[in-house]
């Protein structure tokens, strides 16, 4: 019922506005109509009234920044003007102004640089860290400004911000560094990554550690969980796959494949990365049969309707396109064609996907034109 949380509010909104003009040295006073003015922007943000949502976050800032002078050395003042500064970096954009997003929230970072200094330990600036930093990198990225995204993710995989930064920032940067492969730095950018993320990976311990953490099955990995262990593990695999390191790379798939056996109910979405590259892995040594008993496996556990049937129907073409013809060739055509109307039943993809040029060799099939004809 919004209708009563706005009233609330705005009463917590007038209330605030009359302690601040009588008590504005009064730090409490200042945190507190910080704290509502913030309540009210975000009300107004999930209203998409983003207008009104800056100006709420623009005087949570300014009323801040006055007291700011008086307690410099105060970590929650630096806490409240940096989440002051993400809030605008949010309302900003989703206004439409990225230039105004980007300023908004390069101009908190220093005070949770100044925060953390004055207290190590501060949670919830450790918590916005990861979260402004990737913002504003992210800002800079859709600005077209490549080089200084990337080189503010970089900053994070090698921040002194605390693991969650630092992790983050890998997985963001390699996220980020699959849509820039035709940037003249891309090589540079991956191999420092590499190096960033074989010392996260370190740093928390070998895989008994993982195994030990508390299990996480979807979502953005928690820096304390085993999902994390597991997101690590596959992104560095597949930076070393993409650059043909094959041995490394299993090792490394061969430890995510351990960590995902041991997490009931992992969100689909990594299933199938960790299925796709082990795949990819048995194709590139052009061993056609652990590539389809690897594939095989995974419809027994999985079933029919997790997600996976395109990509298997995909994968399983590649790997008969290693085989001689014969009867174990026409047993996967078969399977592709199931595999094939099983994704389309299931609207893992759009029907026309059947018709994709790596399906040519079913053409003449009477399965696969009648698949067509439905």
């Known amino acids: 019922d919004r209708a009563p949380a706005g009233v609330t509010l705005a009463r917590a909104g007038k209330l605030a506005d009359a302690l601040l003009a009588q008590h504005a040295a009064d730090i409490d ?30 005087v949570v800032r300014d009323s801040t920044q006055a007291a700011l002078a ?13 989440m002051a500064a993400n809030n605008l970096l949010q309302a900003h954009f989703l206004g439409g102004d990225l230039q105004a997003a980007l300023a908004a929230g390069e101009a908190g970072l220093p005070h949770l640089v100044r925060g953390l200094a004055l207290d190590a330990r501060h949670r919830a600036l450790l918590d916005l860290a990861a979260t402004l930093h990737s913002r504003v990198a992210m800002m800079h990225l859709q600005a077209g400004d490549h080089a200084g995204g990337v080189e503010l993710l970089q900053a994070m995989a090698r921040s002194g911000l605390g693991a969650d930064v630092r992790e983050q920032g890998c997985l963001l940067l390699a996220s980020s560094l699959d849509k820039l492969v035709a940037n003249d730095l891309h090589e540079e950018w ?26 996480q099955a979807v979502g953005f990995s928690h820096v304390g969980s085993r999902l994390r262990d597991f997101d690590l593990r596959i992104t560095l695999a597949d930076q070393l796959g993409d650059l043909e390191q094959r041995e490394q790379q299993a090792r490394w798939l061969d430890e995510a494949a351990q960590l995902v056996a041991s997490i009931a109910g992992l969100s689909p979405d990594r299933v199938r990365n960790l299925l796709a590259q082990q795949t990819e892995s048995a194709l590139a040594r052009s061993d056609a049969a652990a590539a389809i008993a690897g594939l095989e496996r995974h419809l027994a556990a999985a079933g029919d309707a997790s997600g996976s049937n395109y990509l298997v129907a995909v994968l399983l073409g590649r790997a008969r396109g290693l085989l001689e013809p014969g009867a174990e060739q026409q047993r996967i055509d078969t399977l592709v064609v199931q595999r094939l109307a099983l994704a389309i039943e299931h609207r893992e993809v759009k029907r026309d996907a059947v018709r994709h040029p790596d399906f040519a060799f079913l053409r003449g099939r009477d399965d696969y034109l009648t698949l067509l004809e439905q």
């Open 70 to 82: 008086a307690f410099e050395t105060n970590a929650d003042v630096h806490y409240q003007l940096a």
């Open 190 to 215: 991956q191999d420092r990554l590499l190096e960033d993320l074989a010392a996260a990976i370190a740093a928390r311990g070998d895989l008994a550690a993982a195994l030990a953490r508390p299990a």
């Open 29 to 58: 006073v200042v945190m507190t109509y910080g704290a509502v003015h913030g309540a009210l922007g975000a009300f107004a943000t999930t209203e998409e009234r983003f207008a009104d949502a800056v100006r709420e976050h623009s």
